[in-house]
């Protein structure tokens, strides 16, 4: 399989590695987009905030806006992200907000043949580990990702691109082709490139004895069944976008999994997530003033589930929630002034209390996926009677 592949590359003509550009070229559609404002609210908050936009590879300063009056204030500085001493600038904007450093960050090209998820996921789980590098010290990672590529030609245009940058590539090609080409190609030219499918690929064959296809998912050659899993998740679905907040409360008995919780802790998004996986969600808001229904107090209470939050960071998120719907003055500040807040979350806190064996999870700074997974941890825990502590916890 090696060698085959070897002789192919060797009779496509590799040309010389382009040359790296000392500064990466410029989106034009990054540019036009509205930049992000340095948050108000809780130091721990902006820190998520700009980790969050860091990793999604999103510009944090109003470049567009002021890369021109940078350029005509100090006419010497070529480089408006940078001064002849190659120091990172900082900017401040006319409406009082600082903005934070201004850096175009490392490039990291994600390739796949088939859709990229496994490439993108692998890499913003690895990310996870260097938010503090990348909050505390500045170090944003602009990802860029490339799907469906199932041929040599656009592939070395990638690569090729990847040497001009500087960036690393990260590749999960399942035509085994592909994947010598990329690796052959990225150590002829010194780019950095990690292949995440091939050695797990490599491993599975060998412990089963029997050779993978080679074939990308969609492939014409890869038929899918639909299996009673597929039509399982299209119920769930189905059943969770008509339960979504507190809709048909009579039919609470039939969901896997009940998410209780005040106004924006995320119980919509995090429904869709777990019926993805095949669980029928119902969630119920808590409003303070308003009666609970009756059924949520009828179902097997092993199945619900409390969600809470910071009051800080709630506030600053119905803030930014009741602006965008256009609420008015008075109804914007019973749903988001402080007091309002810290007393509904005080009532949910009362009806957790009141029924102790419904867990209750901490959502403040977590990701909806690791929400989704100590729901579904305790989920399976209490569905085959593993041993666990009575919950009287935050989780």
């Given at each position: 399989?090696?060698?085959?592949?070897?002789?192919?590359?060797?009779?496509?003509?590799?040309?010389?590695?382009?040359?790296?550009?000392?500064?990466?070229?410029?989106?034009?559609?990054?540019?036009?987009?509205?930049?992000?404002?340095?948050?108000?609210?809780?130091?721990?908050?902006?820190?998520?905030?700009?980790?969050?936009?860091?990793?999604?590879?999103?510009?944090?300063?109003?470049?567009?806006?002021?890369?021109?009056?940078?350029?005509?204030?100090?006419?010497?500085?070529?480089?408006?992200?940078?001064?002849?001493?190659?120091?990172?600038?900082?900017?401040?904007?006319?409406?009082?907000?600082?903005?934070?450093?201004?850096?175009?960050?490392?490039?990291?090209?994600?390739?796949?043949?088939?859709?990229?998820?496994?490439?993108?996921?692998?890499?913003?789980?690895?990310?996870?580990?260097?938010?503090?590098?990348?909050?505390?010290?500045?170090?944003?990672?602009?990802?860029?990702?490339?799907?469906?590529?199932?041929?040599?030609?656009?592939?070395?245009?990638?690569?090729?691109?990847?040497?001009?940058?500087?960036?690393?590539?990260?590749?999960?090609?399942?035509?085994?082709?592909?994947?010598?080409?990329?690796?052959?190609?990225?150590?002829?030219?010194?780019?950095?490139?990690?292949?995440?499918?091939?050695?797990?690929?490599?491993?599975?064959?060998?412990?089963?004895?029997?050779?993978?296809?080679?074939?990308?998912?969609?492939?014409?050659?890869?038929?899918?069944?639909?299996?009673?899993?597929?039509?399982?998740?299209?119920?769930?679905?189905?059943?969770?976008?008509?339960?979504?907040?507190?809709?048909?409360?009579?039919?609470?008995?039939?969901?896997?999994?009940?998410?209780?919780?005040?106004?924006?802790?995320?119980?919509?998004?995090?429904?869709?997530?777990?019926?993805?996986?095949?669980?029928?969600?119902?969630?119920?808001?808590?409003?303070?003033?308003?009666?609970?229904?009756?059924?949520?107090?009828?179902?097997?209470?092993?199945?619900?589930?409390?969600?809470?939050?910071?009051?800080?960071?709630?506030?600053?998120?119905?803030?930014?929630?009741?602006?965008?719907?256009?609420?008015?003055?008075?109804?914007?500040?019973?749903?988001?002034?402080?007091?309002?807040?810290?007393?509904?979350?005080?009532?949910?806190?009362?009806?957790?209390?009141?029924?102790?064996?419904?867990?209750?999870?901490?959502?403040?700074?977590?990701?909806?996926?690791?929400?989704?997974?100590?729901?579904?941890?305790?989920?399976?825990?209490?569905?085959?009677?593993?041993?666990?502590?009575r919950i009287s916890k935050l989780y």
């Amino acid at each position: 399989m090696i060698s085959s592949a070897t002789l192919g590359l060797s009779s496509h003509r590799l040309p010389p590695p382009p040359p790296r550009s000392s500064t990466p070229e410029l989106n034009p559609k990054s540019l036009s987009e509205p930049q992000a404002r340095k948050q108000k609210g809780s130091p721990q908050l902006n820190r998520w905030s700009r980790a969050r936009s860091i990793r999604s590879g999103r510009k944090l300063d109003r470049l567009h806006q002021r890369t021109t009056q940078r350029l005509e204030l100090n006419p010497q500085v070529q480089n408006p992200k940078q001064s002849e001493k190659g120091e990172v600038s900082s900017l401040t904007g006319s409406d009082g907000y600082d903005d934070v450093e201004a850096t175009f960050g490392k490039a990291i090209f994600m390739v796949s043949d088939g859709t990229g998820w496994t490439a993108e996921h692998s890499v913003n789980a690895s990310l996870g580990q260097f938010e503090h590098c990348l909050v505390d010290r500045g170090c944003p990672v602009n990802t860029h990702l490339f799907s469906g590529i199932d041929d040599v030609e656009r592939l070395m245009e990638i690569i090729k691109q990847a040497a001009k940058e500087g960036a690393l590539v990260v590749y999960t090609l399942a035509d085994p082709s592909l994947a010598e080409h990329a690796k052959q190609v990225c150590k002829l030219w010194g780019i950095p490139a990690t292949d995440i499918l091939g050695p797990i690929t490599e491993a599975i064959a060998s412990h089963l004895g029997v050779l993978p296809s080679g074939l990308p998912r969609g492939a014409p050659g890869r038929n899918f069944p639909l299996s009673e899993d597929y039509f399982r998740r299209i119920e769930a679905i189905e059943f969770t976008i008509k339960q979504d907040d507190g809709a048909l409360p009579q039919n609470l008995h039939k969901a896997d999994v009940v998410l209780a919780g005040v106004s924006r802790t995320g119980k919509t998004p995090l429904s869709i997530y777990l019926a993805q996986k095949g669980y029928k969600v119902a969630n119920v808001p808590i409003v303070k003033g308003v009666k609970l229904p009756k059924s949520l107090f009828e179902v097997d209470p092993e199945k619900v589930f409390g969600l809470t939050i910071n009051p800080v960071v709630l506030q600053t998120i119905r803030r930014a929630r009741a602006k965008s719907l256009g609420f008015s003055e008075e109804v914007r500040s019973n749903y988001s002034e402080m007091d309002h807040v810290r007393e509904e979350l005080e009532f949910a806190r009362r009806t957790f209390a009141q029924n102790p064996v419904w867990p209750v999870i901490e959502v403040t700074g977590k990701a909806i996926e690791e929400t989704a997974a100590v729901i579904l941890r305790l989920y399976h825990d209490r569905k085959h009677k593993c041993s666990m502590p009575r919950i009287s916890k935050l989780y």
